[in-house]
C-alpha cells in the first residue's frame, strides 16, 4: 500500500538555520531519500517553496477567489512529502519517524487512496 508522509515544519525557525545547519539538514534527507531507495518503497518526493508563495483557491456560489498566502496561519506549514510503498501503517509509521523533520515538526501519515 502506498502511503503519503506530510511533512509539517516551522518555516521560521528553518529560516534562521546557519548555513551549515541548513546544509545539515539538506544532507540528512539525502541520507533518507538514499535509505527509501536502498529498501525499494521509495515512490516519490517533493520539497516545497515556503507557504507565503501559496495561492489559494476557492470557487463559493460559482465564483472564483483566489487569495495569495497560505490557507491558514498556523505554528507548522507543510514543506514538502514523500510517498512510499510499505506493507502496513506500523511500517509506514516507522518510515516517518525517521524522516529528518520528525525530530523538531509533524510527519503526517495518511494512507493513498487506491480506485479501481
Known amino acids: 500500500m502506498r502511503y503519503m508522509l506530510l511533512i509539517y515544519s516551522d518555516e521560521q525557525a528553518e529560516a534562521g ?12 534527507y539525502f541520507r533518507y531519500d538514499d535509505e527509501l531507495r536502498q ?7 517533493e520539497a516545497l517553496q515556503p507557504s507565503s508563495t ?23 506549514q507543510l514543506g514538502g512529502f514523500y510517498v512510499i510503498e ?9 518510515w516517518a519517524a525517521r524522516i529528518p523533520g520528525a525530530a ?5 501519515v495518511r494512507p493513498v487512496m487506491e480506485f479501481d
Open 39 to 45: 529498501a525499494g518503497k521509495y515512490v516519490f518526493a
Open 54 to 76: 501559496a495561492t489559494v483557491v476557492r470557487v463559493r456560489e460559482g465564483k472564483t477567489l483566489v487569495t495569495d498566502g497560505p490557507y491558514a496561519e498556523t505554528k507548522e
Open 17 to 28: 538555520l546557519s548555513p551549515e545547519e541548513f546544509n545539515e539538514l539538506v544532507q540528512a
Open 86 to 94: 510499505a506493507e502496513s501503517l506500523d511500517e509506514a509509521l516507522r
Open 104 to 108: 523538531t515538526g509533524t510527519i503526517e
